[in-house]
T-cell receptor, first 114, second 114 residues
């Protein structure tokens, strides 16, 4: 069975600090896909990144970076020099190749304090 | 057009009412989804339509009835709902159900059942 664990329920940091959101997943498939989504107070889920299980390269996009480690089944997300606009709920999600479901973790609520 | 549009944004309905939620996309995506999100919880999959056919029903009660009239449009018909059905209903689309592209989500319909 597939499972996504985001152990951090809520995090508060002061603006300009770096922050890392943890994500640990479980799956029996060798082919799977990992995602991060951002949900601001407006409610819309914003797609941030998709990573397949065969691509362990870390990725950087501006202030965002992702560290994918199959050995520890983790797909962590780091925001560098955080800004107030980064305040949102962030969901890590997993999809196995066999079906079209995306299973979400419980989310991490991130507060960036001015 | 890279959006998924959901209407209405807010809906209040009585337990005896019949109402419909609408979702539209013009990105040529062939898979469309309904998710339900309760407050402070992750989204939960309800239905998946692939090429206008229902492919996944996550044991959703029959008071929720999905419909996909064409590849751009997805409806969710509501009848005899309960107060516990109050939630944010999110629609999403993706290019193809088998390739696990990231979803594009709409901003949701916030439903209150009174």
């Amino acid at each position: 069975a597939q499972k996504v664990t985001q152990a951090q329920t809520e995090i508060s940091v002061v603006e300009k600090e770096d922050v890392t959101l943890d994500c640990v997943y479980e799956t029996r498939d060798t082919t799977y896909y990992l995602f991060w989504y951002k949900q601001p107070p407006s409610g819309e889920l914003v797609f941030l990144i998709r990573r397949n299980s065969f691509d362990e390269q870390n990725e950087i996009s501006g202030r965002y970076s992702w560290n994918f480690q199959k050995s520890t089944s983790s797909f962590n997300f780091t925001i560098t020099a955080s800004q107030v606009v980064d305040s949102a709920v962030y969901f890590c999600a997993l999809s196995e190749n066999r079906d079209d479901k995306i299973i979400f973790g419980k989310g991490t609520r991130l507060h960036i304090l001015p | 057009d890279t959006e998924v549009t959901q209407t209405p944004k807010h809906l209040v309905m009585g337990m005896t009412n019949k109402k419909s939620l609408k979702c539209e996309q013009h990105m040529g995506h062939r898979a469309m989804y309904w998710y339900k999100q309760k407050a402070k919880k992750p989204p939960e999959l309800m239905f998946v339509y692939s090429y206008e056919k229902l492919s996944i029903n996550e044991s959703v009660p029959s008071r929720f009835s999905p419909e996909c009239p064409n590849s751009s449009l997805l409806n969710l018909h509501l009848h005899a709902l309960q107060p516990e059905d109050s939630a944010l209903y999110l629609c999403a689309s993706s290019q193809d159900t088998l390739r696990n592209y990231g979803y594009t989500f709409g901003s949701g319909t916030r439903l209150t059942v009174v």
